[in-house]
């Protein structure tokens, strides 16, 4: 049954309301021929929205008679797909660089019927791209017109996005087209249920909607639904299952390939591809050979007659999800191979059917002895990566964390992303809050991912990291050349429950994720209103700013009241990661410490005097992150060790800084508790119930992290809080 027949099934952005304003209107819809299911999936929406709402559909066969000008201007939105369109005197600037243009569209002609001037048809307009959307409003028409069924969908959705606005006079035109080519959420979703980890790993809201008892489910309805959300948004690929990969999940790529068909089917009408996560070790694991060495040519054969198995069966199947040499997971180092090699090996094995490898550069020594202060856990992804640039095949993309330790409340840039140029790059996020709050605490990632991608960190601070990761120079309007070209991915973060992230708002970190993706120039404010406005359509005005109180800086009062100044990893071991515990991993083999003692805090990661780390850098960010001077302070103790009487650039000292901020931070989760209390009667029932438990919870859970943190500084220090405020 549908999420949006079904009352306990949240519909996240996707209500029903939210269509009323398109859904309302006379809409004329041409996909034109080989659509495909995307185009079917355009036609059903509309025909849905408009059944809803009062509204009609005109929906023109492939080889059905154009209508004339007067029936097509009729319409109050017209949805094209085309091959040329420019839009005249319009501020969107960014367009798809070195596009070829394409050839004739049987539906080139209705182009100027629609837009009668406002969009030219003609020899030298630009091609459009198969995800590009062009919009314009004239003369009482609102015109959409794509390159492809997947463009058209993307564009159907920015309709739905805007409501109203996008029928006003005033709606300014806009050429659209996402600046990441891929896309992608990466479910860490297991068949069996893990003893630790359970079904979804590093998943906070229910188990998979992909697997139950020990298999594909029957019923995929809700993967239907998801799909239908993540085409919403503009995500074009979905990983299903865990990167790391067990014994049961390995058989998906064989005897399990006719369910992944079941789920790529579901996928395909959004514009999502299927990639799957597979074990490196898979020739052994599955093929019963005595080795998986990237040299050996039995080992290449049975890869590349696997990689044919599955395109016979999915043949739009995007590729795979690697997890190597990391963690316990086998990979080419057993073989005296570097990850090159073992990349390669995979990549020759897709290439006859385009697919593409997406190797993850999540390397290190987990087994290291801590009392090794030179080992450092930041240096391995660049230590084992940046020497092999250049050695990729083209249909590999590196996977690189977002910050060089893993998914940290806060973490400087990867130097990986800048020191490989010849190097397709994806730059991995993630939308579940494994570090931020297992999705009980309310934190609104977009403004941390906003920071990321648009953190310039190559080419003397002028190239962003998703110009890096999307084969873009510095400057957007500038043509690419030969730049390679990747990605942005993520872990994503739905499970089986009612509202699909476990908290409610938790669903903003996926929506926001999407349109960062797309657009990472978007401010994250303002896509928490899209989200907001989409969710809650028609709500009383207090329930937007409320929202907006409780999320706007929930990320930074998340930080604020956990591990400080860019230390990270305070969390507990014992709960997956959840709650405080200051030496949870200070003495483990993981790698990851503070060095608090009497003195002072802080991992020396200078080149100067410490591991070296900060040298891995270009300038002027290696200079930056040596200086003590020049460090920000919100990663000064990922960059240095200092005594706690340090004077911030804030002009507090570090202990002060500790023993302020977590108290603060307490004090404004308190506030959130009565603000959405008052929202009681305003929203659904259910929802508001589930976010008052988990805004309880977060009110707990602060005051634990402010408590432990405050008095374990004050026992290493000595020094007392300033402010007389109690300490245990």
């Not at 809700?222 to 239908?228: E, F, G, I, P, T």
């Not at 490989?420 to 809050?433: K, N």
């Not at 991912?449 to 003397?460: G, K």
């Not at 996926?510 to 303002?526: F, M, Q």
């Amino acid at each position: 049954m549908s999420a949006t027949d079904t009352p306990h099934v949240h519909p996240a952005w996707l209500p029903d309301a939210a269509f009323a304003p398109l859904g309302s209107r006379r809409v004329l819809v041409a996909v034109g021929p080989d659509a495909g299911p995307v185009g079917a999936t355009v036609v059903d929406e509309v025909r849905r929205a408009t059944a809803a709402h009062g509204g009609s559909l005109t929906a023109l066969a492939p080889g059905e008679a154009l209508p004339d000008a007067a029936s097509v201007r009729s319409h109050d939105l017209v949805l094209l797909v085309a091959s040329r369109a420019a839009e005249r005197d319009s501020a969107a600037a960014r367009q798809a660089p070195g596009r070829a243009p394409q050839p004739p569209h049987p539906n080139d002609a209705l182009v100027a019927m629609a837009a009668d001037g406002a969009l030219v048809a003609a020899d030298g307009a630009l091609g459009l791209s198969p995800d590009m959307f062009v919009r314009v409003h004239a003369d009482g028409t609102t015109v959409v017109v794509a390159g492809a069924a997947t463009g058209l969908l993307y564009g159907l959705h920015d309709v739905v996005r805007l409501g109203e606005d996008a029928f006003g006079d005033d709606a300014p035109p806009v050429r659209d087209l996402p600046v990441a080519p891929v896309r992608m959420l990466d479910h860490w979703d297991n068949i069996d249920v893990h003893p630790v980890m359970g079904q979804v790993e590093r998943g906070y809201a229910g188990g998979s909607i992909f697997y139950a008892d020990g298999r594909v489910r029957e019923d995929l309805s809700r993967v239907a639904d998801y799909a239908r959300l993540l085409g919403s948004i503009g995500i074009n690929a979905v990983a299903i299952n865990n990167v790391n990969v067990h014994r049961t999940e390995a058989r998906l790529l064989t005897d399990g390939l006719a369910d992944v068909a079941r789920v790529a089917d579901l996928f395909r009408p959004h514009g999502v591809r299927t990639y799957l996560s597979v074990s490196f070790a898979s020739p052994v694991v599955l093929g019963g050979l005595p080795t998986s060495d990237p040299a050996d040519p039995d080992v290449q054969a049975w890869w590349a007659a696997a990689a044919d198995r599955v395109y016979a069966t999915i043949p739009d199947f995007g590729g795979f999800v690697v997890k190597a040499d990391s963690e316990g997971q086998p990979g080419p180092f057993a073989y005296g191979r570097d990850h090159a090699d073992g990349a390669n090996l995979l990549a020759r094995a897709l290439r006859p059917h385009g697919g593409t490898v997406f190797w993850r550069a999540f390397v290190y020594n987990h087994e290291q002895d801590w009392r090794d202060r030179r080992t450092d856990r930041a240096r391995a992804a660049y230590d084992h990566f940046a020497p092999l640039d250049g050695r990729f095949d083209e249909n590999v993309v590196l996977q690189v964390k977002y910050g060089p330790i893993d998914f940290q409340t806060r973490e400087p840039i990867s130097p990986v992303l800048a020191a490989m140029p010849r190097t397709r790059l994806a730059v991995e996020l993630q939308v579940t809050q494994e570090y931020t709050g297992h999705q009980k605490h309310v934190c609104y990632l977009g403004p941390l991912w906003s920071q990321v991608l648009t953190f310039p960190l190559a080419e003397d601070a002028t190239r962003d990291v998703a110009a890096l990761v999307s084969g873009l120079p510095g400057r957007r309007d500038t043509p690419s050349g030969d730049l390679p070209a990747g990605g942005v991915t993520a872990v994503s973060n739905v499970g089986d429950d009612e509202f699909w992230t476990g908290h409610p708002l938790a669903q903003a970190n996926l929506y926001a994720y999407g349109r960062l993706a797309w657009d990472p120039e978007a401010d994250p404010v303002g896509l928490l209103d899209e989200w907001i406005g989409l969710t809650f359509p028609g709500a009383d005005p207090r329930v937007r700013e409320t929202l907006h109180t409780l999320m706007d800086g929930s990320w930074l009062t998340y930080e604020a009241y956990t591990a400080p100044l860019g230390v990270g990893f305070m969390v507990d071991p014992g709960r997956m990661h959840y709650g405080p515990n200051v030496d949870g991993y200070e003495y483990s083999k993981w790698g990851t410490y503070h060095f608090a003692d009497r003195d002072g805090i802080g991992v020396d990661r200078t080149v100067a005097t410490g591991t070296g780390y900060a040298g891995q850098y270009p300038s002027p960010w290696r200079e930056t992150y040596e200086d003590l001077a020049t460090c920000p302070d919100e990663l000064l103790l990922f960059f240095h060790h200092v005594p706690y009487t340090h004077v911030l650039h804030s002009g507090t000292t570090v202990i002060q800084h500790i023993y302020d901020t977590r108290a603060d931070a307490v004090d404004v989760v308190e506030s959130w508790v009565p603000a959405w209390g008052a929202l009681r009667g305003l929203v659904d029932d259910r929802l508001h119930a589930r976010v008052a438990e988990r805004l309880t919870e977060q009110v707990r859970s602060a005051t634990e992290w402010r408590d432990q943190l405050r008095s374990y500084f004050f026992r290493k220090s000595g020094v007392p809080d300033a402010t007389g405020r109690p300490i245990y």
